[in-house]
């Protein structure tokens, strides 16, 4: 009997070792320090606004490329925020989550043969997204302490660049790109004719004080960029689903339409929700930055006490630490250890790496979790010293 066979590009990329994490942490019973999902409350005001739009019925599709009141707010906010000038009805498109947002924007831009520029250590959907819209990843390397090298990154680009993935801040190393370091990326776009394609979910997440500079703001650059954004890590809903783009009116066309015919739209009630929560008062997201960033000095404590070393993310809601000193052949090695014998669930380093050997020495946690699970790290972590 004949096996069906599967795409080859399929093979090119193995399922998300995040979400295995999280299996594994459910498996074992252990504290999930892994996938980047709150373990606490949403703001009642949203998830109040969620539940009067299913009361009041609003349950059926929305436009195809989003609610006509989620698309105003978003354009208010880029434009009021940031003196980006967008227009709901030509420039916003509502996905199901900055992944989908992600793949539309790829698969509206990119051709077989095209060249997709990816920082690395990268978020683990990037490369996947660039392979299956039939573009080839070209990396650049962030160095040890997360700066590029301009050169380097220069060369990178080509007649055959078509696009440059950039996450500030960023996930997994909470580095925040400088406006001098995006200045130097828009440069080479500009020069080249690439489109920038920004994640800037984590935008109102940082910390020491440092700021977020959308790509979008650069001289030239907002009718060659493409910002992708949601209410997962803003509002604490990542379960919900709800992202966005916004981009020029020639690359937005393109996008709705990859948009439509993957996902048709996101959860109507959901959207109505969404522009309740861009409405709420800069006092929620001051205190949403303040908040993380006791969750980051007690979590930054607990790695530092059980032997980790690691300096403090610059936002986001992640820590990359090196395990040179535990002694483990690598970091797959020790995070199973983690997950099966201490009973913490983290993220393999090499997954956010090319070649594996790049991440051999690292491990990624994440802090967006009450304090009763801090707390709990802190015990199992305890308990691992004790043994060695």
């Not at 339409?257 to 959207?271: E, M």
Request: proline share 5%; charged share 20%.
């Amino acid at each position: 009997m004949t096996r069906a066979r599967t795409s080859e590009k399929a093979s090119r990329f193995t399922e998300s070792v995040i979400r295995e994490m999280t299996r594994l942490a459910q498996r074992h019973g252990a504290v999930n320090l892994s996938q980047g999902f709150p373990d606490f409350p949403a703001p009642e005001a949203v998830k109040a606004a969620a539940c009067d739009a299913i009361r009041a019925d609003i349950n059926q599709y929305a436009v195809t490329w989003g609610a006509k009141a989620l698309r105003e707010a978003i354009a208010a906010d880029m434009s009021t925020r940031h003196g980006v000038p967008v227009e709901p009805d030509r420039h916003v498109t509502v996905c199901c989550g900055a992944t989908e947002a992600m793949m539309a924007t790829m698969l509206a831009i990119v051709d077989p043969g095209d060249e997709v520029i990816v920082f690395e250590p990268f978020y683990e959907n990037y490369g996947p997204d660039a392979v299956l819209s039939g573009a080839t990843p070209r990396y650049v390397p962030l160095r040890q302490d997360w700066t590029f090298d301009p050169d380097e990154l220069a060369g990178a680009f080509s007649n055959r660049t078509r696009a440059i993935i950039i996450n500030t801040p960023n996930n997994p190393t909470g580095k925040v790109f400088t406006r001098a370091e995006l200045e130097t990326i828009a440069a080479l776009c500009r020069k080249w004719g690439v489109i920038a394609v920004t994640d800037e979910i984590y935008e109102h997440i940082l910390y020491d004080g440092h700021q977020h500079v959308p790509m979008a703001t650069l001289d030239g650059m907002a009718e060659r960029t493409v910002t992708i954004n949601s209410m997962s890590k803003t509002f604490s809903v990542t379960g919900w689903r709800v992202g966005w783009t916004i981009a020029p009116d020639d690359l937005t066309g393109a996008i709705r339409k990859v948009h439509d015919f993957l996902t048709v739209g996101a959860a109507a009630p959901l959207q109505a929700a969404a522009a309740v929560a861009l409405g709420l008062p800069q006092s929620y997201f001051d205190g949403l930055a303040s908040t993380y960033r006791v969750r980051r000095d007690r979590l930054m404590g607990i790695l530092r006490e059980a032997g980790f070393a690691c300096d403090a993310p610059q936002g986001a809601y992640y820590i990359m630490t090196d395990i040179s000193a535990f002694g483990f052949p690598d970091d797959v090695a020790f995070a199973r250890y983690l997950v099966t014998d201490v009973g913490i669930a983290s993220v393999p380093g090499s997954s956010f790496y090319r070649n594996a050997e790049a991440g051999r020495t690292r491990i990624r946690f994440c802090f967006c979790k009450k304090e009763e699970t801090l707390a709990a790290a802190e015990e199992r972590f305890a308990s691992m010293r004790l043994r060695a």
